[in-house]
């Protein structure tokens, strides 16, 4: 019973990290009419918690393995608290996006912590895959559910709901954390923190994620984006070569050496690149082309959270029993494909809608549901529970990074669609198809190197 609510907080978090990201989706009208800035600077209330995740996760998943999982959790989590409760009571636009920087910076705390503890608490091999399958899977059903109520919450009760939703959930989190997580232990040989490190590292992730960002406007200023990338450049550079010589590195690169973390942290960059960007088009498309209102939009969509939740407590366990964590990928990497290629069809057809739900379905309901859980126990299995934090962080930036280059990649086919008087939306989904076939392939090759391997062992072992 102590482990399903240790496993039940855990997810209350990613649940709730998640939707914080696409909830805000539907409610980012609002906030424009509110603080009457245009739509190019009210993103920033969205770049903003991307650049702050992106530049603290890494410290944080460390720090979890440093300081104590439970610690870091709880810290973590009552800073997105402190940050929510603060964001729904912004007196200024300044205010708004200083408390989704503390969101962001709360959540690069909270999640890898989050992941460190259910690997320590569930330690069959059995157990813990169908524990981070749960996990996983709420991530999906909290994008599919963001998307779902943003529009509901924003018609009804305003914007400021969208944060104010995330207090008494989160809050009961870091209760029941206190309550029922057991104490971090206490180590004799504790490692030391480097925090040069820690802080070259968060300067590098928020440099990436600026620069990913701001990839679609090069040409508005190139000498600062070049000048940004040569900081990057030297910056990556020194923080490579510290880390190889440090006593107590904060990243241990030979953990990309270990089976599937390479590829489940591509996956996880794959996924961000491609679900980011179609939750963007799909917000456009239900409000601009089929003339959806933010709240018709959300009981639109409503339904397919609740699928997601029936696919991910019924169906995925079987999918990993009868099939295994990679099959299961590429076969939550094809549905994301399928729901790609059912929005494209949904031009060339008077029946759009039938096309648009179909795309719902295979995306948000199955392809989410699916994919994160698989891609997140490939990235971690094979780590060492005392670097599962790290682990955690890392994946946790790769899905960020590919969240803001999909997001960049889609405006720079939507530029080139407006200067050709190309369909935008076509020209941004010809991209995500792309990168969907690029994910399935790297998990199939994967599959095959695997088996390859196996074989060979078999043979060495016959003869």
């Known amino acids: 019973m102590e482990k399903r609510i240790i496993l039940t907080v855990a997810c209350m978090a990613i649940f709730f990290e998640a939707l914080d990201v696409s909830v805000l989706n539907m ?71 200083g408390c989704r920087a503390l969101q962001g910076i709360g959540v690069a705390l909270a999640i890898p912590a989050a992941m460190a503890i259910i690997s320590h608490t569930f330690t069959e091999p059995a157990e813990k895959n169908r524990a981070f399958g749960i996990f996983g899977a709420m991530a999906g059903i909290g994008f599919a559910t963001g998307l779902a109520v943003g529009g509901l919450i924003s018609a009804w009760w ?41 802080a070259l590292i968060t300067l590098l992730m928020m440099l990436a994620a600026w620069l990913i960002h701001d ?147 295979c995306i948000n309901s199955l392809g989410m549901s699916v994919t994160f859980p698989a891609i997140t126990i490939l990235a971690i299995q094979a780590v060492p529970e005392t670097q599962h934090g790290l682990a955690s962080g890392i994946n946790g930036t790769c899905n960020s990074m590919g969240g803001g280059l999909g997001l960049s990649l889609v405006g720079l086919m939507i530029q080139l669609a407006t200067v050709n008087k190309w369909n935008i939306y076509g020209a941004g989904l010809v991209a995500l198809v792309i990168v969907a076939l690029v994910a399935i392939l790297q998990l199939c090759r994967f599959l095959f190197r695997e088996k390859a391997v196996t074989a060979a062992r078999y043979a060495e072992v016959s003869s």
Not at 61 to 72: C, P, T, V
């Open 27 to 97: 409610a980012l009208p609002g906030m424009e009419q509110y603080f009457h800035f245009s739509p190019d600077a009210i993103q920033w209330v969205q770049t903003l918690y991307v650049l702050a995740f992106a530049g603290f996760v890494l410290l944080g998943g460390r720090l979890a393995d440093i300081i104590g999982r439970r610690k870091i959790f709880i810290t973590g989590a009552l800073l997105f608290v402190m940050a929510s409760l603060g964001a729904g009571f912004s007196i200024s636009f300044a205010w708004l996006l």
């Open 158 to 198: 305003g914007w400021q709901w969208v944060f104010f939703i995330n207090v008494p959930v989160i809050g009961a989190a870091v209760f029941l954390a206190f309550r029922f997580i057991p104490r971090d232990e206490k180590t004799v040989h504790r490692q030391q923190c480097n925090w040069l490190s820690g």
């Open 215 to 361: 990839l679609g406007h090069i040409t508005q200023h190139p000498v600062f984006f070049l000048a940004l990338l040569v900081l990057f450049i030297i910056t990556a550079v020194y923080f490579v070569k510290r880390e190889r010589v440090h006593a107590s590195p904060l990243v241990d690169f030979s953990l990309f050496r270990l089976k599937g973390v390479m590829t489940g942290n591509i996956g996880a960059m794959l996924l961000g690149s491609t679900f980011l960007p179609y939750v963007f088009l799909l917000t456009l498309y239900l409000q601009q082309v089929l003339g959806f209102s933010s709240s018709q939009a959300g009981l639109l969509l409503f339904p397919f959270s609740i699928l997601s939740g029936v696919i991910s407590k019924y169906v995925l366990p079987h999918l990993f029993h009868r099939l295994g964590v990679v099959r299961t990928g590429i076969l939550g990497s094809t549905f994301m494909l399928a729901g790609i290629v059912f929005f494209i069809l949904s031009y060339f057809t008077v029946w759009q809608l039938p096309f648009i739900l179909g795309a719902v379905l």
